[in-house]
């Protein structure tokens, strides 16, 4: 029998790749150059299954392509608002993501941010990198101490929770959250977490506050000015969601303006175009999305494609389907 034929859109993981060969007739993007609309709606022409990232924009107009051969849509990451999903569900094709691998090194990213922002460590760097530090001072960069403080999460699902985790656990934080729907008790009484009614109660009483929501039209700049007004002037936000969660152009006027004293950004609106106001600011500290970008994680994720698309072929649902 014929292998199944699989594209895959940016470059993958060494080991995952040379699964990929062995088990499919597989076209690799060895460039890693995100492929434009017309060639994904070739790959949906030509491919039993497509492997894309949370780079590549699939559009109604690409899954409803004529003559149409891919059945499975295995996306290389847990977030999926890449994908029209209610085209998907439209057209009957199956779309599966990548939970539960990538949970912990988003969780450390967020970690990281919320540290370096309270701490002040790019403009630290940035001072030394610069050859502008003369040398130690009482008053010298003085930041927030985030041991003991308070930590709001909006959303808070496997990565809000993980990060309530190691922020509770290991920073002695005291951890808000807010989410539509009620989580299971026993997590919520492991963190001794107090569950907020709205976003607005949880903005004006955290000292720091990190995004944990889908990404999406129900989401888009839930974080906005009038939003951002409502945090402490010494509160700190921070972004590893999804960019447009959070209205840029109100966040830098915030930061500028010092309605709050720093954010840590993981995610950006548009990326990999960044709002070059973030650029001129000496309050955020900007990653270049790399939540998930640890060697076993990223090697996990390629293989929980594998298996989804595995089960697919084999006549079984996929752990992972989300479409
Ligand atoms: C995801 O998986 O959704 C991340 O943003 C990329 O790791």
């Known amino acids: ?52 990232t949370v780079t ?6 690409i899954i409803g392509v004529d003559n149409r051969r891919v059945k499975i849509i295995g996306n290389f990451g847990v977030g999926y608002n890449n994908i029209d999903i209610n085209a998907a569900k439209g057209h009957g094709l199956v779309v599966t993501n990548t939970p539960h691998v990538l949970t912990d090194c988003t969780a450390d990213i967020a970690m990281l941010l919320l540290l370096m922002s309270a701490r002040r460590a790019s403009e630290a760097e940035r001072m030394i990198l610069s050859g502008q530090w003369t040398g130690w001072g009482p008053t010298q960069l003085v930041g927030q101490k985030v041991t003991g ?37 026993a997590i919520v009484d492991e963190l001794q977490a107090v569950r907020c009614e709205t976003v607005e109660e949880l903005l004006s009483e955290a000292h720091f506050v990190s995004l944990h929501c889908p990404g999406g039209p129900a989401t888009k700049h839930l974080i906005n000015g009038q939003r951002l007004k409502l945090m402490r002037p010494s509160a700190h936000l921070i972004n590893t969601a999804r960019g447009d969660v959070v209205d840029s152009h109100a966040l830098i006027k915030a930061l500028k303006a010092g309605w709050i004293a720093g954010a840590g950004l993981d995610v950006y609106e548009g990326e990999p175009n960044i709002n070059p106001g973030f650029l001129e600011l000496d309050n955020v500290t900007l990653l270049p999305h790399i939540g998930s970008a640890s060697e076993e994680t990223r090697a996990a994720m390629g293989n929980r494609v ?18």
Request: aromatic share 8%.
């Open 56 to 61: 590549d924009t699939i559009t109604a107009d």
């Open 306 to 323: 594998l298996q989804n698309i595995s089960a697919f072929f084999a006549g079984l649902e996929p752990a992972d389907r989300v479409a």
């Open 149 to 185: 403080k308070t930590l709001g999460l909006i959303g808070f699902g496997r990565i809000a929770q993980a990060m309530a985790r190691k922020a509770h656990h290991g920073f002695g934080m005291k951890i808000l959250f807010y989410v539509p729907s009620a989580p299971e008790q």
């Open 1 to 52: 029998m014929n292998k199944p034929k699989v594209i895959v859109t940016r470059c993958w993981p060494a080991e995952v790749e040379s699964q990929l060969k062995a088990l499919y007739d597989v076209q690799l993007n060895e460039s890693d150059i995100p492929m434009n609309a017309d060639a994904l709606k070739l790959a949906m022409q030509t491919a039993d299954a497509l492997l894309p």
